[in-house]
């Protein structure tokens, strides 16, 4: 079946020691997003690639970063994670043009931060 | 800013009872969308609505999406332990770039068995 898959389901990283997270998809979409979730919240958008076309939302820390090196492929990296940056990371994907179908949602990542 | 406002942010009820999750805004959409995430998964996608006053129902659950096109509910019939879960109102407005979701404040609920 056509996915989205993000490896790995649970991450424990240290104070400050840079981490990647990676999101894959099966779907050929074209525009891939990244959302924070924190405890039972609404997921909170980063950033997404239309294509190759990265797009920061102007509240996104410069700690969070991410990579888009083809269409399957999406990482989320997190250069110095603080405390607060423990959390549930989602990776979506959409069409352009095909809002009605919704966004795919990987499972997430739980991210550890001790 | 558009935002969207889901209520109640938590509802904990009996198996068997019926319930009405609200998302409100003062912005028009072009469509609305539900979704339902359960513990430890991303979202999925339940419903989409588009046209005002449109209405559809998915098994046990019915959505609405107002005539203005600012608010919709989703109301569960005869709820079990399995509905569980943060449910998400997300509204979308076409002709941008991107399919940018704006997404509820969430609505989490609890069956009790």
């Known amino acids: 079946d056509a996915m989205v898959i993000q490896n790995p389901r649970y991450q424990v990283t240290q104070f400050g020691k840079p981490v990647t997270l990676s999101c894959s998809q099966t779907l050929n979409h074209n525009v891939m997003y990244w959302y924070q979730q924190k405890s039972s919240q609404a997921p909170k958008l980063l950033f997404h690639?239309?294509?190759?076309?990265?797009?920061n939302e102007a509240d996104t820390p410069d700690n969070f970063q991410s990579r888009r090196p083809n269409t399957s492929f999406c990482f989320l990296d997190i250069r110095s994670p603080g405390l607060g940056d423990a959390a549930m990371y989602l990776c979506a994907t959409s069409r352009v043009g095909q809002g009605r179908d919704g966004y795919t949602f990987g499972s997430g990542t739980r991210l550890t931060v001790v | 800013t558009q935002l969207l406002e889901q209520s109640p942010q938590f509802l904990s009820i009996q198996e068997g009872e019926n319930l009405t999750v609200y998302c409100n805004s003062s912005?028009?959409?072009?469509?609305l969308q539900w979704y339902r995430q359960e513990p430890g998964e991303g979202p999925v996608l339940l419903v989409t609505?588009?046209?005002?006053?449109e209405v559809k129902k998915l098994k046990r659950l019915t959505f609405q999406f107002g005539d203005a096109r600012k608010d919709s509910s989703l109301h569960i019939t005869a709820a079990q332990p399995g509905d569980t879960g943060l449910y998400l109102c997300?509204?979308?407005?076409?002709?941008?770039?991107?399919?940018?979701?704006?997404f509820g404040t969430g609505t989490l609920l609890a069956v009790q068995p």
């Open positions: 997300a509204g979308f407005n076409y002709g941008g770039a991107t399919n940018k979701l704006i």
């Open positions: 690639y239309y294509d190759k076309d990265f797009n």
């Open positions: 609505v588009v046209t005002g006053g």
């Open positions: 912005s028009v959409f072009s469509s």
